[in-house]
């Protein structure tokens, strides 16, 4: 999975990445320079929550993207069965671009899960 | 034939500038101008662009996009002193180098580009004292705007350190006594005006502070616990008209947040064009204490409005105090993909405009930009009241 977060953050203009699950349990997190574990897991768990929850509110199950945009950045989470993938950007890129690349890697994340738990 | 080909092309061209002047008129708001501002740069008239541009940002300072175009446009202009910066910097480094890049990457808005530019200057000259103050007036012009404890931390850390550097430095000092007494920690503030005080007696502006320090009541608390009590009211703890260095380095042409008068059948027109437009299911605008001020839906999409809204002020409330915490900034937009399509939540100055549609992800730009440019033209174009005095203790940014 580690693999998997280190070639996503090779991309340019992601500036870290992490699996958690809906509980706010990590997986797995590559974070960079000026982010820390616990803030952007404790940021996660509370966009899934709060979502799940406002979703609920207007007769909706769950949701498979979310893109948060703040002034300074990007926070984008996408579900990835097991857990959610979640990954900080800067304000700037091309978000739409981008996103193609985390899909890839959620594929791969879901590949790696069913490996594992076949084993 | 080639002769009637440019001719009618030019006449298209003005019509279409006449008819986009007429637009600003009849319908204003950002994107009339943004429209207009963007023919003007297509057509090569780079002063008209200008011209129009920098009006639509005096009348409308917030909005988001015309701040888009306008670093667009900067950045063209000044490409050629990008480049002569960043030749500098290979040529012959120095921290003016360092400085001089960072201040062009300010110019235009950039503020983590300026940023990382000093970090990149420090890790080569690690003593300089010119480059801890660039770092300490963005952190301070960042903190000003979205009161984020780590930038006031840091703001702090650079100009103690540019301090320790060079004592005698007075704009490092008078800035640190600012920003000590912006955030309530008179103890430090009074000692190093003081310093300046000996050194320079008539210093009228050191001593116009040093009586405002004596008169903040010292509290004994942690700097970390100061910075936070600021970040949480979103006021400095002193008057800030008194804080001339801070307001030198966080001015930037950006105005308060106002009251509005929003015209709501104007707004409701708006919302059912923009439903047209965007195929969206539904749309509502809430005020920033979270009501209801304008709300359309398809009359063959059931959903509860008021369960609607109260979804997109939960994602808004609860998320942005973590991206605040996190150092992203505050919340702007939130963007949720599902089985039941797209949903939507802009915040423009505290209103927020939700909107869901059973979009795909190709069409998704075109709703995010769809969605931005009616928040803007609903609320930015509406007449102001007065500017928002916040109560003490309330987070004017969270809005609804």
């Not at chain 2, 007696?201 to 608390?221: G, I, R, T």
């Amino acid at each position: 999975m580690r693999d998997t977060l280190i070639n996503l953050n090779q991309v340019m203009g992601i500036n870290g990445s992490m699996l958690v699950t809906r509980d706010g349990m990590v997986i797995a997190s590559e974070l960079g320079k000026g982010l820390e574990e616990d803030a952007v897991a404790a940021l996660a768990t509370s966009v899934i929550r709060t979502t799940r929850d406002a979703l609920k509110k207007i007769g909706e199950k769950g949701f498979s993207l979310f893109i948060l945009t703040a002034s300074f950045g990007r926070l984008v989470l996408l579900e990835a069965e097991i857990a959610y993938l979640v990954v900080v950007t800067e304000r700037t890129i091309n978000i739409d671009a981008t996103i193609l690349e985390m899909q890839s890697a959620v594929r791969q994340i879901r590949k790696k899960a069913r490996i594992t738990v076949k084993d | 034939m080639y002769n009637s080909a440019t001719r009618n092309k030019a006449v298209n061209t003005r019509r279409l500038e006449k008819m986009l002047v007429r637009a600003c008129k009849e319908t204003p708001g950002p994107t009339s101008v943004e429209t207009l501002a963007e023919h003007y740069l297509h057509c090569y008239r780079f002063d008209k662009a200008r011209e129009v541009l920098d009006e639509g940002l005096h009348k409308y300072p917030q909005s988001q996009r015309l701040r888009l175009l306008e670093q667009r446009i900067k950045r063209t202009d000044l490409y050629g002193d990008f480049l002569k910066a960043s030749q500098d910097i290979s040529a012959s480094p120095s921290p003016d180098a360092y400085a001089s890049l960072a201040a062009l990457y300010r110019v235009v808005g950039d503020i983590d580009k300026a940023l990382e530019t000093c970090a990149a200057g420090l890790a080569v000259f690690p003593n300089s004292v010119r480059l801890y103050l660039n770092v300490a007036e963005l952190r301070i012009r960042r903190f000003a705007k979205n009161f984020m404890p780590k930038d006031a931390v840091l703001a702090l850390a650079n100009l103690e350190k540019a301090a320790s550097l060079n004592e005698n430095d007075y704009a490092v000092s008078i800035l640190l006594a600012e920003f000590y007494l912006a955030i309530g920690a008179s103890e430090p503030a009074i000692g190093i005006l003081k310093k300046i005080l000996v050194s320079n007696p008539s210093d009228e502006h050191a001593q116009k502070l040093l009586e405002a320090a004596l008169e903040v009541s010292q509290k004994d608390e942690p700097v970390e616990d100061l910075v936070r009590d600021v970040a949480h009211s979103r006021r400095m703890a002193v008057n800030p008209a008194i804080l001339r260095y801070i307001e030198k380095c966080t001015h930037d042409g950006e105005r308060l947040p106002v009251e509005r008068s929003v015209d709501t059948d104007r707004m409701r027109e708006m919302l059912a064009a923009a439903l047209n437009a965007t195929d969206a299911l539904a749309m509502a605008v809430l005020d920033p204490k979270g009501a209801i001020a304008a709300a359309a839906q398809r009359e063959d999409y059931p959903i509860d409005i008021d369960a609607f809204a109260v979804a997109a002020r939960e994602i808004h409330h609860n998320t942005n105090d973590y991206t605040l915490r996190m150092d992203l900034g505050s919340f702007q937009s939130g963007e949720i993909e599902g089985p039941f399509g797209h949903f939507l939540v802009n915040n423009v100055e505290g209103w927020l405009i939700g909107g869901i549609t059973p979009a795909t992800p190709s069409n998704r730009e075109r709703m995010r930009k769809r969605m931005l440019a009616v928040a803007e033209d609903c609320i930015l174009a509406a007449p102001q009241i007065k500017p928002v005095e916040a109560p003490p203790g309330a987070d004017t940014d969270k809005g609804a």
